[in-house]
């Protein structure tokens, strides 16, 4: 279908508002159209259109724009409806105090994983994930996660529609092979990669065991490999007593009691995880019954 007009001002006005939040600084017209190659008689308008309804702000001294207040505040009414009295949140923030390493939460959209949610790292990293963006469901230990809990057959589905939609060969798996990476997903109970979708990095995920407006979602932790990989297990031990957590009354702060810190000798003990169920996808049902009572 043919872009219009309109969709396309419409993709061009988003588009400018992301490039606000990569760059949070103040930007000319000539950073604007530089960055995004837009046209300057049309990028003209549209910013002088978008000052006028309160979204952004210009400095006539510096000619330069900022988004206002107001464009926060559009959205501020979603993260509230997503995660509720914030407790998602606050499991968020431990994990991040505790590892320093970036934490996610995310959705399946269509054959993509989409991050809700990202506390960035306390270090700096040679890739950026913002909130909002989206790859496939196949790229990604969090796609993966979400994956490994739904029917094979609905698996095999989705896999086959995201090998379709991939914009470049390598982002195409193969499907039996794929399939077993799901078998393993499941026998582990959470998901662990490995570059990928970025070279040098690594990600742990697990299932949240309560949904976001009756989604599905997975929580995660990435970084670079050679600070996630020597610490796997004690990462995996935290998520998974995370998930415990989320849906019990118990303290946030006991999450990190028996966990070790970087740079520190991990005290991995198998029976650290005995209150958290192993194999996730054996439990689900019981999961929800628990949190249907708390």
């Known amino acids: 279908m043919a872009v219009t007009a309109a969709v396309k001002s419409a993709i061009r006005v988003i588009e400018i508002f992301e490039f606000f939040e990569s760059s949070r600084e103040p930007r000319s017209l000539k950073e604007i159209i530089s960055h995004l190659q837009y046209p300057q008689s049309s990028s003209t308008v549209l910013l002088k259109n978008l000052v006028s309804l309160g979204y952004l ?30 407790r998602i ?11 320093g390493e970036l934490v996610g939460v995310g959705i399946q959209n ?11 790292p306390k270090h700096s990293l040679p890739y950026f994930v913002p909130e909002g963006n989206m790859r496939l469901l196949t790229q990604s230990a969090g796609g993966w996660m979400l ?13 086959r529609r995201a090998n379709l939609t991939a914009e470049h060969p390598e982002e195409r798996v193969q ?15 959470y998901a662990y990669s490995e570059n990928v979708p970025f070279a040098d990095s690594a990600t742990l995920c697990v299932p949240l065991p309560i949904t ?27 998520l998974l007593r995370a998930m415990q957590l989320l849906i019990t009354d118990r303290p946030i702060e006991e999450l990190g009691k028996e966990v070790a810190m970087p740079n520190s000798t991990p005290n ?13 996808f054996d439990s689900l049902g019981q999961i929800e019954e628990d949190v249907a009572h708390h």
């Open 57 to 86: 702000s210009y400095d006539c001294q510096l000619r330069k724009y900022f988004p206002t207040p107001r464009l926060g505040r559009l959205g501020d009414w979603v993260s509230e409806s997503l995660f509720g009295e914030g």
């Open 89 to 99: 949140l606050s499991v968020m923030n431990e994990i991040h105090r505790l590892t």
């Open 110 to 120: 269509d054959v993509n994983l989409q991050y809700l949610k990202i506390i960035q």
């Open 147 to 159: 994956l490994a809990a739904q029917p094979l057959r609905k698996v095999d589905y989705t896999v």
């Open 175 to 189: 499907v039996d092979q794929f399939m077993e990476r799901i078998a393993e997903v499941k026998r582990n109970g």
């Open 212 to 238: 976001l407006k009756g989604q599905s979602a997975t929580l995660g932790i990435g970084g670079l490999t050679d600070q996630i990989r020597p610490r796997k297990k004690e990462l995996a031990e935290l």
């Open 268 to 280: 991995w003990r198998s029976d650290c995880i005995s209150p958290v169920r192993r194999n996730w």
